[in-house]
């Protein structure tokens, strides 16, 4: 199993003139602890759950940018990007663009956006839930027909395009990685096993059960649902002195048995470092294991 950073909170005591080194230190620390994925959230307000809308927060891919000029092995993406807020053929460019300038770290992480109150806010699109899933699908559809050698057109129900011309290509091939963020059982996990690398869940009671639906939309499409990495979302706090290391140990081997591989986490105080130095010393080479 590999563990993941998340990083969404971008208040400081500085503000923001100290907001860049500090991501600095942060990435620079996680790929050093042996981290194996970066991830900023794709909002323009800060969600509720993290705080006001009068937060500080910054665009994804600009910073995704910034975070590959200071690393060099950590993956990086959005968790996930929201797929209402840019045009598909500019999400694909935006991906590629991360990739070539990472040396080919970049991963799509996408979902069909949830914070109605912050595209509402900025005059952003946010359609039914039922036009959203069908722009998701169309969205990853010319995402992989752009990283792919065609450059023909793309004839969708929302989106059309003339031609779908991507140079330079991503380094990773045959395209970089697709992970689906969503646990909804009957669009997004079939999505998943048509077009994805990698589904998102919640480490939630209902966990099981997701899988069991996964696995079930994979025969139904003739996926190998093995070929699909399970990661899932799980609070990671180590505690000032290590003193949660165990019961977080216990839980990622109890997720390991039903078949995750990644574990992402958003770790508190993690511009502090050293919880990241903590998780990298005494948790990331223990789940190695598994």
């Given at each position: 199993?590999?563990?993941?950073?998340?990083?969404?909170?971008?208040?400081?005591?500085?503000?923001?003139s100290?907001?860049?080194?500090?991501?600095?230190?942060?990435?620079?620390?996680?790929?050093?602890?042996?981290?194996?994925?970066?991830?900023?959230?794709?909002?323009?307000?800060?969600?509720p759950?993290?705080?006001?809308?009068?937060?500080?927060?910054?665009?994804?891919?600009?910073?995704?940018?910034?975070?590959?000029?200071?690393?060099?092995?950590?993956?990086?993406?959005?968790?996930?990007?929201?797929?209402v807020?840019?045009?598909?053929?500019?999400?694909?460019?935006?991906?590629?663009?991360?990739d070539?300038?990472?040396?080919?770290?970049?991963?799509?992480?996408?979902?069909a956006?949830?914070?109605?109150?912050?595209?509402r806010?900025?005059?952003?699109?946010?359609?039914?839930?039922?036009?959203?899933?069908?722009?998701?699908?169309?969205?990853?559809?010319?995402?992989?027909?752009?990283?792919?050698?065609?450059d023909?057109?793309?004839?969708?129900?929302?989106?059309?395009?003339?031609?779908?011309?991507?140079?330079?290509?991503?380094?990773?091939?045959?395209?970089?990685?697709i992970?689906?963020?969503?646990?909804?059982?009957?669009?997004?996990?079939?999505?998943?096993?048509?077009?994805?690398?990698?589904?998102?869940?919640?480490?939630?009671?209902?966990l099981?059960?997701?899988?069991?639906?996964?696995?079930?939309?994979?025969?139904?499409?003739?996926?190998?649902?093995?070929?699909?990495?399970?990661?899932?979302v799980?609070?990671?706090?180590?505690g000032?002195?290590?003193?949660n290391?165990?019961?977080?140990?216990?839980?990622?081997?109890r997720?390991?048995?039903?078949?995750?591989?990644?574990?992402?986490?958003?770790?508190?105080?993690?511009?502090?470092i050293?919880?990241?130095?903590?998780?990298?010393?005494?948790?990331?080479?223990?789940?190695?294991?598994?």
């Open positions: 199993m590999r563990i993941g950073l998340h990083v969404s909170d971008f208040s400081r005591p500085g503000g923001a100290a907001l860049g080194a500090d991501l600095r230190r942060v990435a620079t620390a996680a790929e050093d602890a042996g981290f194996a994925r970066l991830s900023v959230a794709d909002h323009l307000w800060q969600i759950a993290n705080g006001s809308a009068e937060s500080e927060m910054l665009e994804a891919y600009t910073t995704l940018g910034y975070l590959a000029a200071c690393t060099s092995r950590i993956d990086l993406l959005t968790w996930v990007t929201a797929v807020f840019r045009e598909p053929a500019l999400l694909a460019k935006c991906v590629t663009t991360v070539v300038l990472s040396g080919g770290r970049a991963w799509l992480g996408i979902g956006a949830w914070y109605e109150e912050e595209a806010g900025l005059g952003l699109p946010f359609p039914s839930t039922a036009e959203r899933f069908e722009r998701l699908e169309e969205t990853v559809q010319i995402c992989l027909q752009m990283w792919a050698d065609e023909g057109p793309y004839d969708g129900e929302h989106y059309r395009l003339e031609r779908t011309l991507n140079v330079p290509q991503p380094l990773r091939r045959p395209h970089p990685p992970m689906i963020g969503g646990g909804g059982e009957r669009k997004t996990l079939r999505l998943v096993a048509r077009y994805a690398q990698a589904c998102n869940l919640f480490a939630a009671p209902e099981e059960r997701k899988l069991d639906v996964l696995r079930e939309h994979c025969a139904a499409v003739g996926r190998d649902y093995d070929d699909i990495e399970k990661t899932v799980l609070p990671m706090d180590p000032p002195d290590g003193e290391v165990e019961a977080l140990l216990g839980e990622l081997e997720l390991a048995r039903l078949g995750v591989t990644h574990a992402h986490s958003r770790v508190p105080h993690a511009m502090d050293t919880p990241l130095e903590i998780v990298g010393e005494r948790i990331i080479p223990v789940a190695a294991r598994w």
